[in-house]
């Protein structure tokens, strides 16, 4: 089945740097990679997503680009806030399984003021 | 986005006892999925829960230990029973926001937190 492999496990920038998570995925069928976020005492809530059909998908400060060839795909944050600390968790389906998630392993990210 | 209501948000529970969740959403959506959050750890599906028909479980999980009732279109329940501390987890409630595409995104409440002692 799919596998879904996500690094760094922690990371820790200066307030207005710039964070990189990187998630690699086992199954080439797996089309759709959601990204979410989960702050302490809350359920993770989807903060961008890509179909395989896309290389690259923006949304102001947050972007992710996927590489299908090395079953890769990674989340950009730019300008980083202190609000942006949480951890954040990739994610990965199938065609017409898109309830059906695989996570990667989340990434604790801290921004310091 | 849909509004996912989960009840209780937390609980301590006793070993051997039974705690019943319930998820409840502002609108009505065809498929309605439970996850478990283990500590410090990432997000497994439990179970499919589709109006009118049995859950669809995932390997490693089964009915007897996680009755799933699916009542209606808005909500569900997920039991976990005969608890053991290794079911102290977060237990989320999520649904399709039928967006565009073949895969809609997956939107989630915000959980119960359940201890078991």
């Known amino acids: 089945g799919e596998n879904v492999e996500q690094h760094p496990s922690t990371l820790s920038v200066q307030e207005g740097d710039s964070a990189v998570i990187k998630c690699t995925y086992s199954?080439?069928?797996?089309?759709?990679f959601p990204w979410y976020k989960q702050e302490l005492g809350k359920g993770p809530q989807l903060i961008i997503d890509?179909?395989?059909?896309?290389g690259e998908k923006k949304d102001q400060r947050i972007a992710v680009t996927l590489n299908k060839t090395a079953k890769h795909f990674s989340l950009h944050i730019t300008e980083t806030q202190p609000e942006d600390s949480a951890v954040y968790f990739c994610?990965?389906?199938?065609?017409?399984?898109?309830?059906?998630?695989?996570f990667g392993q989340g990434t604790e990210l801290s921004v310091k003021p | 986005s849909a509004v996912i209501s989960q009840k209780p948000s937390r609980d301590i529970c006793q070993r051997g006892t039974s705690l019943t969740i319930q998820c409840q959403v502002d609108?009505?959506?065809?498929?309605m999925f439970w996850y478990r959050q283990q500590p410090g750890q990432s997000l497994t599906l439990i179970a499919t829960?589709?109006?009118?028909?049995?859950?669809?479980?995932e390997s490693g999980f089964v009915i007897d230990k996680f009755p799933i009732s699916r009542p209606n279109l808005t909500f569900s329940t997920l039991t976990v029973s005969n608890m053991s501390p290794e079911d102290s987890s977060i237990y989320l409630c999520s649904v399709e926001y039928q967006g565009t595409g073949p895969n809609s995104p997956l939107h989630f409440g915000n959980g119960t937190r359940l201890t078991v002692t």
């Open positions: 829960a589709n109006q009118g028909s049995e859950a669809t479980y």
């Open positions: 994610a990965a389906s199938k065609p017409n399984q898109g309830g059906k998630l695989i």
């Open positions: 609108s009505q959506v065809t498929m």
């Open positions: 890509i179909r395989s059909n896309v």
């Open positions: 199954d080439s069928a797996s089309n759709y």
